[in-house]
């Protein structure tokens, strides 16, 4: 039934999961690189993070939701297509992240097995969908949240789905997962104060999406709660916490430290 | 956070998967009583797959999709709540299927990684996201659907997610699924043949949901194709193969023949 449009939905996931920083991704092939787990084996946990990731942008772009028409410098899905559509296409790339992690390449089954069960808390009620819950609470609340609300928010919203990929290597290798959920947790905060300084001082053409929405809407950030220099000390203090934390695995480590000092330099 | 009605999502949950027949997992449980497999560990998969039913049906229900007001007799979610919520309790629920099936209680390693694997191919773009897709995709096509094309969406959007607990039995048994692959595509079928003939002869408040609709709208149905009489004729010689299809497991799939039955004669 092609000719119904019902293929809309593998061109939308296409769509949605093109272009982007692959930031997620690039942690699950770097985490399982220190392990010596082959990339072939990787590419699943990385494939699978990128399809939850992309998911969870189309639902929050949805008129309901953020209400946005620009990601990645392309219209939203809703917009390049319909609602419905949209709701489907991120329906389907969350099906489709526990698919590829459910792949015989993708590991042994005990392996497989504890990628899917610690990537479906990540994403769900206890994690990333929860985090989304209290942002949008947090708008209709009638008062800023304070830092330690707005910490516990984003450590939700984004940390638990950048804190995946960057364990999934040691779960992959069967190594302590310790030092890199201590890097992980750094990288995900200095991320989201990054991500708020770039909405204050970035360039929407080079982000690729609209920019000064908080300030206009009034939303406590860390940049309204910390001042800007502030903002941005911290940022820089918790990417000396990250690469510290991965000084047990010496240069093969380079990389990641290369990553943590990206993100909060990044300009998109 | 919970003052910001964050909880708002947890309780979502437990209201979209309260009441309904419990039809999938109850056949979940069933195929699993057919090899043998402990009660206790098929529930996992009869859970997983209620939760999977009642996020569709909380996605579907939103203004974008079916837009109903109704589901099981209460407020749909986006009715109760808003469509925020209904989009995220949506997505939790789908998380939380796989992190059902990712918990140990659920099987052997082996077990858990093939239900999740089926699982996630069932619900996504090549199962029912697909059959989702191509109903609304027939909504807009301008023209009645053939008989052939309403079977195959049927199949998907409905018949997928009947056929995965039917199954799920012979993977946690490591048995032959393919007599209960039979079972359930003509159970799967004669289930949305009896919705057609309910939507034109049923009592909303006894079915707690909206009736008419289809016809209203002028989309083709089993009824509107093939006529009252005929749809009746063709749901009961379904019942007939999928009882027949039961016959290696003897006496012992006497509930799961039964439920063939009451497939096409419920009132709801």
């Given at each position: 039934m092609?000719?119904?449009?019902?293929?809309?939905?593998a061109q939308g996931m296409r769509y949605a999961t093109a272009g982007g920083k692959r930031l997620r991704g690039f942690l699950a092939l770097e985490s399982a690189a220190l392990f010596d787990v082959p990339q072939a084996r990787a590419l699943y946990a990385a494939g699978a993070v990128e399809c939850l990731h992309a998911y969870s942008l189309v639902h929050d772009d949805l008129?309901?939701?953020?209400?946005?028409?620009?990601?990645?410098?392309?219209?939203?899905?809703?917009?390049?297509?319909?609602?419905?559509?949209?709701?489907?296409v991120g329906d389907a790339l969350q099906s489709f992240a526990f698919e590829l992690l459910g792949r015989e390449g993708a590991g042994t089954a005990e392996e497989r097995v504890a990628l899917v069960a610690s990537l479906a808390k990540a994403s769900g009620a206890q994690g990333m969908v929860l985090g989304q819950a209290q942002d949008i609470a947090a708008e209709t609340a009638g008062r800023a949240l304070t830092l330690e609300e707005i910490t516990e928010l984003q450590a939700n919203k984004t940390g638990r789905l950048i804190e995946w990929p960057a364990l999934s290597g040691a779960i992959l290798g069967g190594a302590d997962p310790e030092p890199l959920r201590r890097y992980a947790e750094a990288i995900g905060l200095a991320f989201q104060i990054a991500d708020d300084v770039l909405d204050?001082?970035?360039?929407?053409?080079?982000?690729?999406?609209a920019l000064r929405k908080d300030a206009e809407a009034g939303k406590a950030t860390f940049v309204s709660l910390l001042g800007l220099a502030e903002a941005k000390a911290r940022a820089a203090a918790l990417v000396q916490e990250a690469t510290a934390a991965l000084r047990p695995y010496g240069d093969r480590a380079q990389t990641l430290c290369d990553l943590a000092h990206y993100i909060v330099a990044r300009d998109k």
């Open positions: 092609a000719e119904l449009g019902a293929d809309n939905i008129p309901a939701m953020d209400d946005d028409d620009l990601r990645r410098g392309q219209p939203t899905v809703h917009k390049k297509w319909d609602e419905a559509t949209a709701v489907l204050v001082e970035g360039d929407a053409a080079t982000a690729g999406k």
